[in-house]
């Protein structure tokens, strides 16, 4: 069973770097038929949609975010990371995982909150 | 920017059918799919390409599409089925990538 999970800090100051990695069991990342994606949601709000990335590390990203953001892939370790740099309290948000496949967000991790404060 | 609009809220009794519609200029021409997220739970798919259904999910989740609307359908709908629900798709021209819908609460009375 496919598992992704979610792992880096729960504490962000303003203006620094959001770092986030997604360890992908059960499966392999560099598999050509998937892409692997990160989503967040702020606490009480809706999805949204960050970015995008293929085992061979071609990269989509949300237009509202490309500026901030860098999305990469590690085949050796079966992980993908998420990077947001120039944090505000806006990014404040439960961060997740996931696998794309045919469009879809398949697996899911458990998510994990990230609060932006000094 | 591309925005996929759904009702805030859609409350439906035990047991009657409950529709969740979610619409966006591309969606004739790009595939829509559905998500169930409870409370502090992931997003669980349970409509892929419109109106394939994912394998566990209940036969009692459907999907439809019609021009630029699709229809999430849960008939006979289960106190279980409470909880939030999201369209998401993608805009024609690949400009904007992914979008997710705004969500919609459904509350079973």
């Known amino acids: 069973q496919l598992q992704l999970q979610e792992s880096g800090p729960g504490l962000v100051k303003p203006s620094e770097t959001l770092s986030l990695t997604c360890t992908v069991s059960g499966g392999s990342i560099s598999s050509s038929s998937y892409y692997w994606g990160w989503i967040r949601q702020p606490p009480g709000k809706g999805l949204e949609w960050i970015g995008s990335i293929y085992y061979s590390g071609s990269t989509y990203y949300n237009p509202s975010l490309k500026s901030r953001v860098t999305i990469s892939v590690d085949t050796s370790k079966n992980q993908f990371s998420l990077k947001l740099s120039s944090v505000t309290a806006a990014d404040t948000a439960v961060y997740y995982c996931a696998r794309v496949r045919e469009g879809a967000y398949d697996y899911w991790g458990q998510g994990t909150l990230v609060t932006v404060s000094s | 920017s591309y925005e996929l609009t759904q009702p805030p809220s859609v409350s439906v009794s035990p047991g009657q059918t409950a529709r969740i519609t979610c619409s966006g200029d591309a969606l004739p021409k790009q595939y829509a799919y559905w998500y169930q997220q409870k409370p502090g739970q992931a997003p669980v798919l349970v409509i892929y390409?419109?109106?394939e259904r994912p394998s566990g999910i209940p036969e009692r989740f459907s999907g439809s599409s019609s021009g630029t609307t699709v229809t999430l359908t849960i008939s006979g709908v289960q106190a279980e089925d409470e909880a939030d629900y999201y369209c998401q798709s993608a805009d024609s021209s690949g400009t904007y990538g992914d979008v997710f819908g705004t969500g919609t609460k459904v509350t079973v009375l």
């Open positions: 390409k419109d109106s």
